[in-house]
């Protein structure tokens, strides 16, 4: 059978709210950076293998119900409020909660083609609210835990102290990682002082053109899901690294490899350009004082990102050698990974607002042959999720953004090993491209990289 087309049943849908809120319903704006994330939603899921213990769905739906009350914005919805701007109503509206059963079992699902066997159906496509939950029993007795955020509430990170939050929640534990959403951590400086850089990285949003229209299907965006291993990313860095001995990191080498990669792919057009958006966290360069004590946003729940980029053309990236090409994606984080940097975009839309902005790469311009976005999902926790039944044998992002950009996520593999899960959504033609000329590299994902003896 196609484990695409399996069928799938829901057994229940209701809504699960805060088991207790201290709090009545009140207004959390959105941040300076939160709006610079137009209405899109990211997707995770964990899958976890056969267990006898029959009351899990109901340990996660009790334990979804405490630890929503720390994490209240989950719980409420978006609208816009008399700027016209989205802001978070928190009044316990409640997550919309499935729980569904799969005719087919994991090790049948076809992992390597998440748009078929996951979107949508193993991860939920949210109608209502913030969040979305699905919990699917398989016919060989596992489990699939599959969420779908609002990406204007919460970014990877937050997502990842939620989901940490409730497996401990479910073990009967504290919560190690309790959120904050202090807006005034992200206020903008008084005057705002913004960099005229930022005017190549970030657009108003009313100034993007129309999305094209391309009816060859090698050219629509198609997700996959790969396992690199370990050995493979060592090898990246070494190659990429500077023969002076300084070190590129594994995020740097990766994301220079994969440039430098879908160019060598295009034959034609080789004064087009390539895009590479790499996505920075914040957290760790805005350093807040809190009671006397400096310290990181870590704790801090919302969108602390930038994204910018850098382009370059056909010719040029695949005459370079990819030592040159990780200093130029070195150069381009060095740049951003810095407190002024963060500083610097929130008050550029301070002065933009109330009108929305965008980053320029998410949108191809008319000379581009491709553009891609990397995010680092270094820090998944895919190996603290357990829920009381075992950690999971797998776990990945699901982020079909929409738009003309492709969007990749390396995150640690379940088996704990050094590898990576690679989720990708990318143009097909370059996909397949990349699976045939560089397969040592991008394994599809299958049953046997599954770590079921964990």
Same mark, same amino acid.
């Given at each position: 059978?196609?484990?695409?087309?399996?069928?799938?049943?829901?057994?229940?849908?209701?809504?699960?709210?805060?088991?207790?809120?201290?709090?009545?319903?009140?207004?959390?704006?959105?941040?300076?950076?939160?709006?610079?994330?137009?209405?899109?939603?990211?997707?995770?899921?964990?899958?976890?293998?056969?267990?006898?213990?029959?009351?899990?769905?109901?340990?996660?739906?009790?334990?979804?119900?405490?630890?929503?009350?720390?994490?209240?914005?989950?719980?409420?919805?978006?609208?816009?409020?008399?700027?016209?701007?989205?802001?978070?109503?928190?009044?316990?509206?409640?997550?919309?909660?499935?729980?569904?059963?799969?005719?087919?079992?994991?090790?049948?699902?076809?992992?390597?083609?998440?748009?078929?066997?996951?979107?949508?159906?193993?991860?939920?496509?949210?109608?209502?609210?913030?969040?979305?939950?699905?919990?699917?029993?398989?016919?060989?007795?596992?489990?699939?835990?599959?969420?779908?955020?609002?990406?204007?509430?919460?970014?990877?990170?937050?997502?990842?102290?939620?989901?940490?939050?409730?497996?401990?929640?479910?073990?009967?534990?504290?919560?190690?990682?309790?959120?904050?959403?202090? +807006?005034? =951590?992200? &206020?903008?400086?008084?005057? @705002?002082?913004?960099?005229? !850089?930022?005017?190549?990285?970030? *657009?108003?949003?009313?100034?993007?053109?129309?999305?094209?229209?391309?009816?060859?299907?090698?050219?629509?965006?198609?997700?996959?899901?790969?396992?690199?291993?370990?050995?493979?990313?060592?090898?990246?860095?070494?190659?990429?690294?500077?023969?002076?001995?300084?070190?590129?990191?594994?995020?740097?080498?990766?994301?220079?490899?994969?440039?430098?990669?879908?160019?060598?792919?295009?034959?034609?057009?080789?004064?087009?350009?390539?895009?590479?958006?790499?996505?920075?966290?914040?957290?760790?360069?805005?350093?807040?004082?809190?009671?006397?004590?400096?310290?990181?946003?870590? +704790?801090? =729940?919302? &969108?602390?990102?930038?994204? @910018?980029?850098?382009?370059? !053309?056909?010719?040029?990236?695949? *005459?370079?050698?990819?030592?040159?090409?990780?200093?130029?994606?070195?150069?381009?984080?060095?740049?951003?990974?810095?407190?002024?940097?963060?500083?610097?975009?929130?008050?550029?839309?301070?002065?933009?607002?109330?009108?929305?902005?965008?980053?320029?790469?998410?949108?191809?311009?008319?000379?581009?042959?491709?553009?891609?976005?990397?995010?680092?999902?270094?820090?998944?926790?895919?190996?603290?999720?357990?829920?009381?039944?075992?950690?999971?044998?797998?776990?990945?992002?699901?982020?079909?953004?929409?738009?003309?950009?492709?969007?990749?996520?390396?995150?640690?593999?379940?088996?704990?090993?050094?590898?990576?899960?690679?989720?990708?959504?990318?143009?097909?033609?370059?996909?397949?491209?990349?699976?045939?000329?560089?397969?040592?590299?991008?394994?599809?994902?299958?049953?046997?990289?599954?770590?079921?003896?964990?």
């Amino acid at each position: 059978m196609d484990s695409g087309a399996f069928p799938l049943i829901v057994k229940r849908h209701e809504v699960v709210t805060a088991a207790a809120l201290p709090m009545q319903e009140h207004w959390l704006p959105m941040s300076n950076l939160d709006l610079l994330l137009p209405p899109l939603d990211f997707g995770i899921f964990l899958c976890y293998k056969r267990n006898q213990d029959n009351n899990m769905v109901s340990v996660m739906k009790k334990a979804l119900a405490k630890t929503l009350v720390s994490f209240y914005p989950f719980a409420g919805e978006v609208v816009q409020n008399r700027h016209d701007e989205p802001e978070i109503l928190c009044n316990n509206h409640g997550v919309d909660f499935v729980h569904a059963c799969a005719d087919v079992g994991l090790m049948d699902l076809d992992l390597h083609h998440p748009d078929v066997s996951v979107h949508g159906r193993l991860v939920p496509l949210k109608k209502h609210g913030v969040l979305a939950v699905q919990v699917t029993d398989l016919k060989c007795g596992g489990l699939v835990i599959g969420c779908t955020f609002d990406h204007r509430v919460a970014d990877a990170h937050s997502a990842n102290m939620f989901l940490t939050a409730w497996a401990e929640v479910a073990q009967s534990k504290q919560i190690t990682l309790l959120p904050t959403f202090r +807006r005034s =951590f992200l &206020n903008p400086r008084r005057p @705002p002082q913004p960099h005229e !850089s930022l005017d190549q990285f970030y *657009v108003p949003l009313s100034s993007l053109p129309p999305p094209t229209c391309d009816d060859d299907p090698l050219n629509h965006l198609t997700s996959r899901i790969y396992y690199v291993k370990s050995e493979e990313i060592d090898r990246i860095q070494y190659e990429a690294s500077c023969s002076d001995g300084s070190k590129r990191s594994r995020i740097e080498s990766f994301s220079a490899f994969l440039w430098k990669s879908i160019a060598d792919t295009i034959a034609a057009h080789r004064s087009r350009t390539v895009k590479l958006g790499i996505v920075i966290d914040g957290r760790s360069r805005l350093i807040t004082d809190v009671k006397g004590e400096s310290r990181p946003l870590d +704790r801090y =729940f919302g &969108n602390v990102l930038s994204i @910018p980029y850098v382009q370059a !053309s056909v010719s040029d990236l695949q *005459v370079a050698s990819l030592e040159s090409v990780a200093e130029t994606v070195h150069g381009l984080v060095a740049a951003a990974a810095t407190a002024e940097h963060f500083s610097a975009l929130i008050d550029w839309v301070e002065l933009r607002r109330p009108k929305p902005a965008v980053v320029k790469v998410y949108c191809k311009d008319e000379n581009d042959d491709a553009a891609i976005v990397v995010s680092s999902g270094q820090r998944f926790p895919v190996l603290d999720l357990d829920f009381g039944w075992g950690g999971p044998v797998f776990g990945s992002y699901h982020f079909p953004w929409g738009g003309e950009t492709g969007y990749v996520m390396p995150m640690p593999s379940a088996d704990g090993n050094g590898a990576w899960i690679v989720y990708m959504h990318l143009m097909r033609r370059h996909l397949d491209l990349l699976e045939a000329r560089a397969p040592h590299v991008f394994t599809p994902f299958d049953h046997t990289f599954l770590s079921l003896d964990a």
